[in-house]
C-alpha cells in the first residue's frame, strides 16, 4: 500500500482545465459597476493583460501551459499526493483518506499555480508592475515569488493592521523583493481619502483592493492582479485536480467525495473541478465539498446575486453567492477564507447542485489540524484544517453507515505562519463565534440593485 | 539541462554509511568527566537505548536502516536536488551549482533524518519518554515530530530566552504534542541549583542540556536524545549525500566540491561522508567544505583538544576542535551554529586534512540568502545561508581561475521561522561581529586538562 503518491515531472499537466466549456448554463456576464452594464475585454485592459481577459472568458476546454510556466511549476510541481494512513489508523475508519499538498511551493501554498502565470503574462505584454492587495499575506507572498521569477516589480497593498501584527509574511515578501504598503495609503486618492476621514485606520481587504486597482489603472506600466475569485485564477489552479486524476490511477482508485476549504473558492475549484469533468462528460458520480468558515457562510448562508467584490463597490458587480459586500467576518485565524462572496464559477455550480458545502467552527476545525499533525507530521494552515476537518467527519460519517468511501482534500498550504493560532488553540484560548445571523440579515439589505 | 533532479520511492538509501570503518586512524575514546577514563556502553545505557550506543562505535561501515524508518523517511525523502539554473545566470558563473534541499521534511530540516530513527530505536528498546535540549528551536521540534510518529512522550528543555521571544518553535512542539520547558526549570535539581543562584537566569543551551541529562538519568522510562555532534547522529544523516550520489549520477555529473554548514558538524557530515567515501576507496577527489559563522569559528580558529560538550561541564569528554566549553558565542541569528565544539568525526577529518573550513560574517552572508531567494525561490535558514554562501564565492572563484567548477551544497532547512533575521537584514540593522579573538584565548585558557 503507497503511502506517498509521486508522478514523473513528465507527469506535469501541459493543459489547465477550462471548466465553462462543460458548464450547462453560460456564466452570468460581469457588470459595470457604473453602467451596470456587462463589461467589455477593452474596461479590463487597464488592470489586465489580453493572455488572461482571454482566458477569464474563453470558452477553450483545454489551454495549453506555456513553457516559461511549465518551467517554473516544475521547481516543485508535481506536487505529492498522499494516503493518509496514519490518520485513518488513528480513526480507525474504513475509508481512505486521501490527501494534496500544495505546501511544498516556495510560498507555502497553492497560490503560485496562479500567480506564476499571471506574473509571466504580464511580463509577456510588457507590463513592468504588478499591484495587488493582501490582508494575512498568502496572496501577496505568491504573487512577489511570480515577480521575482519574472523580473517584475511587485506593489503589495497590505492591510496596514495585519502589516503591523503579521510581520512576517511582509519581511517574506521585502525578501523577494517586493515593496509591502501598509494600506490605507498615501500612494492612492483612494487612500489619501480614507486617511482624512480616519488618521487611524486599520485597513481592510476592501480598502487594500481599491488602492491596487488605483494604483494599477492610473500607470501604464502597472497591471492588478488577482489571487482568487476570478475565472483565470480557478483555472490555473486546476493543475492540481489534474495531477490528482493520474495520482489516484496510479493508486487504482477514485474518490468518492473531493474535500477543498472555500474562501474566494480556487483551492476548491483546482482540486475538484478536473473531477466535475469526469461527471460532466458522463460516467461518474463525485461529490464536491465547499468548506467555509462558521463564521463566514458564503454558500451555506449566502445569496446568490450580483453584488461587489470590495467593500468600497469599485469592483466590477459579479453573480456569486455573498453574505453582502460590507459584511465583517468576525477575527477568525483562517483569514484566507474571511472573504464575504464566493467565486463566480464556484457560486453557480453549488446553485446547480454540483457542489455541496458545509460550514464549520474553529475550534472543532483545529482540534482535527491537530490530530493531523499527530498523524501525518505536516502542520496545516488554518485555511487548509477546514478541508481536514471535512474529511474526518466524511470518513466517521461512513463508519456510522456502514461504508468504505474514498476521499480527497486538498491540503493547500502548510501552517508554519500560522503558529499563533495553534498556540491560542493549545492553550484553550480559541473562541468560536456564533453564526452572524443578524450581520449577514443587515448586510444582505445593502446589497446593489441590478435589474 | 534538468533543473530538478528527484529519485523514486526505490532509491531511497536502505543502509546509512559509517565513516568510521574508513578512516585511516580509529577515533579517539569519549572520555568519563569524572574518571577521565574511556566510557563504557554501560556508562550510556541510562541515556540511550544500546542500538544506538552499538552505532555509535560501531566499525561496519553499512547500517542497515530499520523498515520502520524507512516507512517515515519515505513521506519525504528521497529529497530533491536542484541545480540553481537561475542563480548561476545571476552570477554569469560557468560553474554548475547544484543544492540538496532538505527543508521539505515537516520540521523543514534535515533534523528529522536522525530524530526519526532514535525516536524509533527507543521505542523498540520500551522507553516510553525522550528528554533533550534546543536552543532556537530546530531540534526540539525535528524531535518532537520523531516522538509523535512513534508514540513517545518528549520532553524538551527550551532555553528560556528562546522560550519567550521565538515562541513558534515552541508551539510548532506542543502542536506535535511535546512538553515543553523553559530552561532552568524547577523540574531538576541542576535547573534549581540555577535559580537559586539567579531567579532571573535567562538560561543557555549548557543548562538545558544538563537538565534533560539528569532527567533523562534520573527515570528509568527516559531517555536523552542528541541532534548533532555524536558519531550515530552524523550517521543517520548520510541518507542526505547518498541519495545526491544517486542524482548525481541521474545528470551525469561528480561535485569538485561539497559545502555545508557546520555547527555541531551533522548536515555537513551528512552531504560529505558518502563523498568522502570515494575519496577514501579511491578514484575521486572532492573537497569538502565546512562553513562556519565569523562570530564562532570553531575549526578556524578552535584547538583540537578533549573538552566538555557543555558549559556545565557534565557531558562526557570528547577531543574535538573547540573554543572552550565555557565560550560564547555573540548573538548571531545562525542559531544553529553557535556551539562552541565540532562533531568528533568532523574535527578529525578536519585534522586530517580531508575537510577544509571557511568562515563568513552574517551580513555577507544575508546576501546571499536573500539573492538565492530571488532567483531560486526557496527561502534559506540563516544556517544554510553559510552553504549558499559559500557556493557563490566558489563559483566566483572559479569563474577568475577560469575554471569550471561542479559545487554542491547542503541547503539544509528552509528560513519561514527566520524573517526576523531577513528583516534585520533588508532593514540594514543587521550587524557583523569582530573575530571573538579576546574572547576565545580566553575560553581555551579554561580548557580541561586530560593526559
Redesign the interface.
Known amino acids: 500500500m503507497k503511502?506517498?503518491i509521486?508522478l514523473k515531472?513528465a507527469d506535469i499537466p501541459r493543459v489547465w482545465y477550462n471548466i465553462i466549456a462543460d458548464l450547462k448554463n453560460p456564466p452570468e456576464p460581469v457588470l459595470h459597476p457604473g453602467t451596470k452594464q456587462p463589461v467589455t475585454p477593452d474596461d479590463l485592459l487597464p488592470l489586465f493583460p489580453m493572455p488572461l481577459i482571454e482566458q477569464e472568458v474563453s470558452q477553450e476546454r483545454w489551454i495549453p501551459i506555456p513553457e516559461e510556466v511549465l518551467?517554473i511549476y516544475?521547481?516543485w510541481r508535481p506536487t505529492p499526493m498522499?494516503r493518509a494512513r496514519?490518520l485513518e489508523e488513528a480513526l480507525n475508519t474504513k475509508s481512505r483518506i486521501y490527501y494534496k499538498y500544495e505546501g511544498?511551493s516556495?510560498a507555502?501554498s497553492h497560490k503560485p499555480n496562479t500567480s506564476i502565470p499571471q506574473a509571466f503574462y504580464n511580463k509577456q505584454a510588457g507590463r513592468k508592475r504588478i499591484a495587488t492587495e493582501t490582508g494575512a499575506g498568502q496572496w501577496g507572498s505568491a504573487l512577489s515569488?511570480g515577480a521575482?521569477?519574472f523580473g517584475l516589480e511587485a506593489t503589495v497593498y497590505m492591510v496596514k493592521v495585519s502589516y503591523h501584527q503579521k510581520?512576517?509574511r511582509r519581511?517574506?515578501m521585502?525578501?523577494?523583493?517586493a515593496s509591502v504598503i501598509p494600506s490605507p495609503s498615501d500612494r492612492t486618492q483612494a487612500g489619501k481619502k480614507i486617511l482624512q476621514e480616519d488618521p487611524d485606520s486599520l485597513g481592510s481587504l476592501g480598502i487594500a483592493i481599491s488602492e491596487a486597482v488605483e494604483d494599477a489603472a492610473t500607470r501604464e506600466d502597472t497591471s492588478y492582479a488577482l489571487g482568487s475569485v476570478l475565472n483565470h485564477v480557478l483555472l490555473h489552479q486546476t493543475v492540481i485536480g489534474l495531477e490528482c486524476k493520474k495520482q489516484m490511477e496510479e493508486v487504482g482508485d477514485y474518490p468518492d467525495v473531493v474535500i477543498g476549504c472555500c474562501g474566494g473558492g480556487s483551492n476548491l475549484a483546482g482540486i475538484a473541478f478536473p473531477f466535475l469533468y469526469d461527471v460532466f462528460s458522463g460516467g461518474k458520480e463525485v461529490r464536491v465539498v465547499a468548506v467555509e468558515p462558521a463564521a463566514c457562510p458564503t454558500l451555506t448562508k449566502g445569496v446568490y446575486t450580483y453584488d461587489f467584490g470590495d467593500t468600497a463597490q469599485l469592483t466590477p458587480l459579479v453573480k456569486m453567492y455573498t453574505l453582502g459586500h460590507d459584511f465583517v467576518p468576525s477575527g477568525i485565524h483562517a483569514g484566507g477564507l474571511r472573504y464575504h462572496g464566493d467565486a463566480p464559477l464556484v457560486s453557480q455550480l453549488y446553485n446547480e447542485g454540483f457542489i455541496e458545502a458545509q460550514a464549520y467552527h474553529q475550534t472543532e476545525v483545529f482540534k482535527s489540524a491537530?490530530l493531523f499533525?499527530?498523524?501525518e507530521?505536516?502542520?496545516p494552515a488554518p485555511e487548509s484544517s477546514h478541508a481536514v476537518h471535512s474529511a474526518i467527519v466524511e470518513a466517521k460519517r461512513a463508519d456510522e453507515e456502514g461504508r468504505e468511501k474514498t476521499i480527497l482534500f486538498n491540503l493547500s498550504g502548510h501552517g508554519?505562519?500560522d503558529?499563533?493560532a495553534?498556540?491560542d488553540y493549545?492553550s484553550g484560548k480559541l473562541v468560536d463565534y456564533e453564526y452572524p445571523e443578524e450581520k449577514i440579515r443587515e448586510a444582505l439589505e445593502r446589497l446593489p440593485k441590478v435589474e
Chains 1, 2 share one sequence.
Open positions: 503511502t506517498k509521486v515531472d518551467d516544475s521547481l498522499y496514519r511544498v516556495p507555502g515569488l521575482a521569477f510581520p512576517y519581511i517574506l521585502e525578501t523577494w523583493g491537530v499533525a499527530r498523524t507530521g505536516i502542520l508554519f505562519f503558529l499563533a495553534y498556540d493549545l
